[in-house]
């Protein structure tokens, strides 16, 4: 089982998905330099106790992230983006003397490509939707408005639910079930708004 850097963080990474950070922390600039170097990933995962900036425990599954580019800021931050790739099951966690996590991890099977179920349709309509609004932002990402894995993922990216549902969506490995709970709280959201 291999060893990967860990970077606990209030967010969910999806596979496929975009992760903009700003980098400052020595341990954490470190971490993408030896990433950069040795041309790996690091693993992203929600934290559940804690803090970005300190201490923090996280969630035990979490999604590879491959730095995709780079630049340094004129405060002299470090800006990167990163994109998520496999999901892991985290097996032993320790923390280095720099504070830096890392982890022995299971790469857990990619989910079999399905096509969108004909009951998901109006969420292919919402994730058009939704997208079109925020074109520049995605501009050159590929899309895949066929498959069911890409369609739940990227809906759970942009609905307003809340990290521990994000969370959840990404522990499941049932494309078709995650697209059944997001049909469920597309509705409940669109009941709040009524």
Same mark, same amino acid.
């Given at each position: 089982?291999?060893?990967? %850097?860990?970077?606990?963080?209030?967010?969910?990474l999806?596979p496929?998905?975009?992760?903009?950070l700003?980098?400052?922390?020595?341990?954490?600039?470190? /971490?993408v330099?030896? &990433?950069?170097?040795n041309?790996?990933?690091f693993?992203? &995962?929600?934290?559940?106790?804690?803090?970005?900036?300190?201490? $923090?425990?996280t969630?035990?599954l979490?999604?590879? %992230?491959?730095?995709r580019?780079?630049?340094?800021?004129?405060?002299?931050l470090l800006?990167?983006?990163?994109v998520?790739?496999?999901?892991?099951?985290v097996?032993?966690?320790r923390?280095?003397?720099?504070?830096?996590?890392?982890?022995?991890?299971?790469?857990? %099977?990619?989910?079999? $490509?399905?096509?969108?179920?004909?009951?998901?349709?109006?969420?292919?309509?919402?994730?058009?939707?939704i997208?079109?609004?925020?074109?520049n932002?995605?501009?050159?990402?590929?899309?895949?408005?066929?498959?069911a894995s890409w369609?739940?993922?990227?809906? $759970?990216?942009?609905l307003?639910?809340?990290?521990?549902?994000?969370?959840?969506?990404l522990?499941?490995?049932? %494309?078709?079930?995650?697209?059944?709970i997001?049909?469920t709280?597309?509705?409940?959201l669109? /009941?709040?708004t009524?």
């Amino acid at each position: 089982m291999p060893d990967i %850097a860990l970077f606990p963080l209030q967010t969910v990474l999806y596979p496929g998905g975009r992760l903009p950070l700003r980098i400052f922390e020595p341990r954490y600039l470190d /971490m993408v330099s030896r &990433c950069l170097k040795n041309e790996q990933g690091f693993g992203v &995962c929600l934290i559940a106790e804690g803090a970005e900036t300190g201490a $923090a425990r996280t969630h035990n599954l979490g999604t590879l %992230a491959q730095i995709r580019d780079w630049s340094t800021g004129p405060e002299g931050l470090l800006h990167i983006l990163a994109v998520g790739e496999k999901r892991f099951r985290v097996q032993e966690m320790r923390t280095e003397h720099d504070g830096l996590n890392t982890a022995t991890v299971e790469w857990l %099977a990619n989910e079999p $490509a399905i096509p969108v179920p004909a009951s998901a349709g109006t969420l292919v309509q919402l994730l058009r939707q939704i997208l079109e609004q925020v074109a520049n932002r995605d501009a050159g990402v590929p899309t895949d408005f066929d498959d069911a894995s890409w369609v739940g993922y990227r809906l $759970a990216e942009v609905l307003p639910i809340s990290l521990k549902q994000r969370q959840y969506l990404l522990e499941l490995s049932d %494309a078709a079930k995650r697209l059944e709970i997001l049909t469920t709280l597309v509705e409940s959201l669109a /009941m709040e708004t009524e």
